[in-house]
């Protein structure tokens, strides 16, 4: 499966964006969709994941309240709604998958690069 990331830009502190991950050549069903964020100078980290059947969530402290993880099975996508937007959030942010009982996210999209600006 391939996975396309988009929805990044550049905002102000205090607003949202949504990010978007489309799968093709394949559906997400049977596997787990997560968002990685990784800023300058800093490892990729997790943010938060959705298992497409079931649709249990998992979030980092750093954004629970604030950021939530969401799926459309109609356009085989995973959302990542985030408000209240902080500088410390900008990052290059991907999303990947894995099936559901692996340990390792296996598909990666090309990220998307949020700039939040104070």
């Known amino acids: 499966v391939q996975l396309q990331a988009c929805g990044g830009g550049l905002v102000q502190t205090g607003d949202s964006l949504r990010l978007s991950c489309t799968a093709s050549g394949g559906t997400f069903s049977n596997y787990v969709v997560g968002w990685f964020r990784q800023a300058p100078g800093r490892e990729r980290e997790f943010i938060a994941s959705i298992l497409w059947n079931g649709g249990r969530t998992y979030y980092t402290d750093s954004v629970k309240g604030r950021f939530t993880i969401s799926k459309d099975k109609v356009k085989n996508t995973v959302y990542l709604q985030m408000n209240s937007l902080e500088p410390e959030n900008t990052a290059v942010y991907y999303c990947?998958?894995?099936?559901?009982?692996?340990?390792?996210?296996?598909?990666w999209g090309q990220g998307t690069q949020v700039t939040v600006s104070s």
């Open positions: 990947a998958a894995k099936r559901r009982y692996e340990s390792v996210y296996a598909h």
